[in-house]
């Protein structure tokens, strides 16, 4: 079983080694990594160039993160896809092995997920916040949750059945695409309660304030372009969800 991993960039020269070197020292072979980078203009390409993995380089001009991340999706050739941003890493050596007996001892799988944990620029160990999911269930968008993007995992076909990110949702497309996968198409999940990836603090998802209104409005819309009707304290559900995850050390 492949898995096709996709990686977008854009001058992240400052932190795609560590991303590569994560993919490259993986116990599990059979992997595809993609690279779309949106024409960088610092080292990022001298240095994806010095990782022979890599199967494919793509580089220039994007609409943005999830447009690069769409190109991939079409470019890959694997049974499974992930997504794997360029100042993420996999969480150990055997992460993608984990991955792959799930999709191989699950036939019926279309989607696997596990935790996220955030860590501060300068050191991985430091851990900023613990993003542990739970296993998907009939209400779990109403409850507040949503599986951790960067840890999703789908089988190929998936994009097939329920479409690729809506690049209209400025932060918020791959809430709308796991909206579409489990709560509108009802697609089987498994969830692995094992931290999946490590998630640098800073990106835009992450920044603060304005990306928590920025992220609300986008994920109201979300529901109101499906027309389910989101429910009454949602943005509270959510939003206590965030606090609980964050780690004072």
Do not use: C
């Not at 791959?174 to 579409?180: G, H, T």
């Not at 089987?188 to 609300?216: A, H, P």
């Amino acid at each position: 079983m492949k898995i096709s991993i996709i990686t977008a960039t854009f001058n992240s020269a400052a932190t795609v080694r560590d991303t590569l070197e994560s993919v490259s020292s993986q116990t599990y072979e059979d992997i595809e990594h993609i690279t779309i980078d949106g024409a960088s203009k610092d080292d990022t390409l001298e240095i994806v160039k010095q990782f022979p993995h890599v199967a494919k380089v793509i580089s220039e001009p994007d609409k943005g993160i999830y447009d690069a991340m769409n190109k991939g999706i079409l470019a890959a050739t694997g049974d499974v896809i992930g997504i794997l941003n360029s100042d993420d890493v996999l969480a150990n050596q055997n992460t993608l092995e984990t991955i792959a007996k799930v999709f191989e001892s699950s036939k019926n799988v279309d989607i696997v997920y596990g935790n996220l944990e955030f860590f501060k620029s300068e050191n991985q160990e430091k851990i900023f916040r613990f993003w542990k999911s739970k296993p998907y269930y009939p209400t779990f968008f109403e409850d507040g949750n949503v599986p951790p993007h960067p840890t999703v995992y789908v089988k190929a076909d998936v994009y097939s059945k329920v479409g690729l990110f809506n690049t209209d949702f400025k932060i918020s497309a791959d809430y709308d695409l796991m909206f579409r996968i489990l709560r509108i198409h009802r697609l089987r999940s498994v969830f692995i309660d094992e931290v999946i990836v490590k998630m640098r603090m800073g990106g835009e998802s992450t920044s603060g304030f304005k990306s928590l209104i920025t992220s609300y409005q986008d994920v109201k819309r979300i529901w109101e372009f499906h027309n389910v009707k989101i429910p009454p304290f949602f943005i509270f559900k959510r939003y206590l969800i965030k606090l609980t995850q964050l780690i004072f050390k």
